[in-house]
């Protein structure tokens, strides 16, 4: 693709403009638009010229060996486009192998067929490596910690200071459980009893004005009291 000296002057204006934002006026925006369209075309019309190219290789191929001559050229004109031998344009030149040019362009497409085959599995390859390979989540970001400086500037950190046991703990509970026991509520006085008025003397019980019998001792045996 080869550029007009107006072209020239209008690409090199783009792209300092590119390098240098600034306004643009609107002749100058237009002349811009205008390559820009005609780089597109050139771009579909050499589209265009490889896909009629291909389909006269094809053509000519297929007439062999009658069409050598022509076959040889286009094949030339293809391979300088960027054209990939394919496995028919390897057997083909392997029956024309007697004539040197065919030789010649057999050891080139041999190399170019050989180089995109390597190509294609390298590709299939790291597709395959990547499909294999899970998908870790991100770590979470943390700020290294800066090493302290040393030497009469360091900082200087607190000491931790030792847990001690505060009152009113587990502790306290349990010698408060072990301490004197309540005293226990006086029982109950009898129903109907009336509580004695100060001053005045209580009744005595029956036990206390007839005390018990005492049960009579039996005399001991007489064996006893002869050997006494």
């Not at 209008?10 to 600034?22: F, I, Q, S, W």
């Not at 030789?103 to 190399?111: E, K, Y």
């Not at 294609?120 to 290294?144: I, K, S």
């Not at 005045?200 to 004005?209: I, N």
């Amino acid at each position: 693709m080869a550029f007009s000296a107006d072209e020239l002057r209008v690409l090199r204006c783009a792209l300092a403009t590119a390098l240098n934002p600034a306004p643009l006026q609107d002749e100058d925006v237009q002349e811009c638009l205008r390559l820009a369209d005609s780089v597109d075309e050139a771009v579909r019309e050499v589209g265009r010229h490889r896909a009629f190219l291909l389909a006269d290789l094809i053509r000519y191929r297929r007439a062999l060996p009658g069409s050598l001559t022509g076959y040889l050229e286009l094949l030339q004109d293809a391979l300088a486009a960027g054209y990939d031998p394919h496995a028919d344009d390897l057997a083909a030149l392997r029956a024309l192998r007697g004539n040197a040019t065919a030789a010649a362009l057999l050891a080139r497409c041999q190399v170019l067929a050989e180089r995109s085959v390597r190509a294609r599995l390298a590709r299939v390859a790291q597709a395959q490596a990547q499909a294999r390979t899970p998908v870790r989540a991100p770590a979470p970001l943390v700020p290294p910690r800066s090493a302290a400086p040393a030497g009469p500037f360091a900082p200087v950190l607190p000491q931790r200071t030792r847990l001690l046991a505060l009152p009113g703990g587990r502790g306290a509970a349990g010698d408060q459980g072990k301490g004197p026991k309540p005293p226990s509520p006086a029982a109950p006085s009898r129903p109907g009893a009336k509580p004695p008025e100060p001053g005045e003397r209580p009744v005595p019980k029956p036990s206390e004005v007839f005390p018990p019998r005492r049960r009579p001792v039996p005399p001991p045996p007489a064996e006893e009291r002869v050997a006494g």
